[in-house]
Structure formats: C-alpha cells, structure tokens
C-alpha cells in the first residue's frame, strides 16, 4: 500500500535541520515531504504547545493519508497533531521519541525536569548541543559540518514550555499508531508501544539518525507506515 504524504515533526529543543537529510531521502525517492519549522514557539505565548502543534497541523493543509512522524521531545504532542488532522490522519510514528500518558495530562518528569533547569539561564533553555559533554556530541555528530548544521537552527526555549501540562485526547493509542526505537535512551518507550501493541522496530543508531543514517531510518519510518495501514485496511 502507498504511504502518503510525510509530515515530519521536529523535537522543540532542536530544528527543522535535523529533518533535513531524510526529507531529501524521502524526496528522491518520490515521496511528497513537509517539514515545518517550529522554533517560533519560543515566542509564542503559554501553553507554548499550542503554536507547536498549530504549525505543524497548519503545514498540513492540503494533504491527505498523512503519516506524521515525530522525532524525540515531539511524541509528547503527536496524539494532538493526530487528532487535530483527524481523518486525513494515516499514522503517526514515534521516533526515538516520548511516549506520552495513554491518558490524562502528560507533565514534565521529574528527572527531565532537574535537567532542564541545570540548563537554564535567565529563564530561557541553553542550545540543546552545549547541555552534553563535548565526547557525546561528537558521537552522535562525528562532522564538525553536521555538529554545525545541527547548531545552526536551534532555539533557546523558555523553561516554561515544559511547565504546561499537555492534555492527552481520550483513546488515542488505539489510533495507527507505530514506534521506531533508535537509541538505548528510548527502550522504555518503545516498551510501552510494544505493550498496547503497535508495530515496532529498534534500529541500532543513534538519538540523532535521523540526521546521521537516514536512508536506513526512512526505510524503517516507511515499514511501520505500511504496516499500521495493513492493520488499518
């Protein structure tokens, strides 16, 4: 079965550049590829969340049988993108990303939140790459190119967007909903996915494929679609 129309979802703390390589994987292959940039919601007035999902649902007009694919600190906010597109919705894929309450308000954990204020200054988030030893970074970005490309779009958050909570819609993980585990950091939520019983898959990347091996990461993105339209058929 064809996959439709691809909207890929950046996490908040990075930018549309760590989409860049896939959606032109994606492109050559002659998939239609929306990727919107979210990093005025650094503006945007509280709940923060709102103009997130606004933007990627507004890059969305048009478009039919779309597959939204949501990358790290993003999946908290899939389940809204999905309801918002309703029937135009084909599925929605998690990538190494957070797998938010199956109900309720989904809040900030404890542990990310301690993080996140080590990492603030006059109330807005340092740039994600400076939160990591300089050992990490070049890990998951081995090119001092890629470290740049990175680098280049990444917005200084405000804390405050991690203060609101987000509201889960009611049943929405027995929507298409699949899960692309990258990185050991993400086998908790892939857990969880495999648990309500989506199509799953763990890739051996990194948290940042999606930039690094995108062909392999496509390919994977491309499986769970067909596979949750079967289940779907």
Same mark, same amino acid.
Request: aromatic share 6%; glycine share 8%; hydrophobic share 45%.
């Given at each position: 079965?064809?996959?439709? $129309?691809?909207?890929?979802?950046?996490?908040?703390?990075?930018?549309?550049?760590?989409? !860049?390589?896939?959606?032109?994987?994606?492109? =050559?292959? +002659?998939?239609?590829?929306?990727?919107? *940039?979210?990093?005025?919601?650094?503006?945007?007035?509280?709940?923060? &969340?709102?103009?997130?999902?606004?933007?990627?649902?507004?890059?969305?007009? +048009?478009? @039919?049988?779309?597959?939204?694919?949501?990358?790290?600190?993003?999946?908290?906010?899939?389940?809204?993108?999905?309801?918002?597109?309703? /029937?135009?919705?084909?599925?929605?894929?998690?990538?190494?990303?957070?797998?938010?309450?199956?109900?309720?308000?989904?809040?900030?954990?404890?542990?990310?939140?301690?993080?996140? @204020?080590?990492?603030?200054? *006059?109330? /807005?988030?340092? $740039?994600?790459?400076?939160?990591?030893?300089?050992?990490?970074?070049?890990?998951?970005?081995?090119?001092?190119? =890629?470290?740049?490309?990175?680098?280049?779009?990444?917005?200084?958050?405000?804390? =405050?967007? #991690?203060?609101?909570?987000?509201?889960?819609?009611? +049943? &929405?993980?027995?929507?298409?909903?699949?899960?692309?585990? %990258?990185?050991?950091? #993400?086998? @908790?939520?892939?857990?969880?996915?495999?648990? %309500?019983? &989506?199509?799953?898959?763990?890739?051996? !990347?990194?948290?940042?494929?999606?930039?690094?091996?995108?062909?392999?990461?496509?390919?994977?993105?491309?499986?769970?679609?067909?596979?949750?339209? /079967?289940?779907?058929?």
């Amino acid at each position: 079965m064809a996959v439709g $129309p691809l909207l890929l979802v950046h996490s908040p703390l990075v930018g549309p550049s760590s989409w !860049s390589r896939l959606a032109a994987v994606a492109a =050559d292959s +002659g998939l239609e590829v929306v990727v919107p *940039d979210l990093t005025g919601i650094a503006h945007s007035p509280r709940p923060r &969340w709102r103009a997130l999902v606004d933007e990627a649902v507004g890059a969305a007009a +048009g478009l @039919d049988r779309i597959t939204v694919v949501g990358h790290s600190g993003a999946g908290a906010l899939l389940p809204i993108v999905g309801e918002r597109l309703g /029937r135009r919705l084909g599925a929605l894929i998690f990538v190494d990303a957070v797998h938010p309450v199956p109900e309720g308000l989904h809040e900030t954990g404890i542990e990310l939140a301690a993080l996140l @204020d080590a990492q603030t200054t *006059d109330g /807005r988030l340092a $740039p994600w790459l400076d939160w990591w030893p300089v050992e990490v970074v070049e890990s998951l970005l081995p090119s001092e190119a =890629d470290r740049a490309a990175i680098a280049d779009d990444l917005p200084r958050l405000p804390r =405050d967007f #991690y203060d609101d909570a987000v509201p889960m819609p009611v +049943g &929405w993980t027995d929507g298409p909903c699949a899960y692309l585990q %990258l990185s050991g950091a #993400y086998a @908790d939520d892939r857990e969880r996915a495999r648990r %309500l019983g &989506w199509p799953s898959i763990m890739l051996e !990347s990194s948290h940042l494929g999606i930039f690094t091996e995108p062909a392999p990461v496509l390919q994977a993105v491309l499986a769970l679609a067909d596979e949750v339209r /079967r289940r779907s058929s």
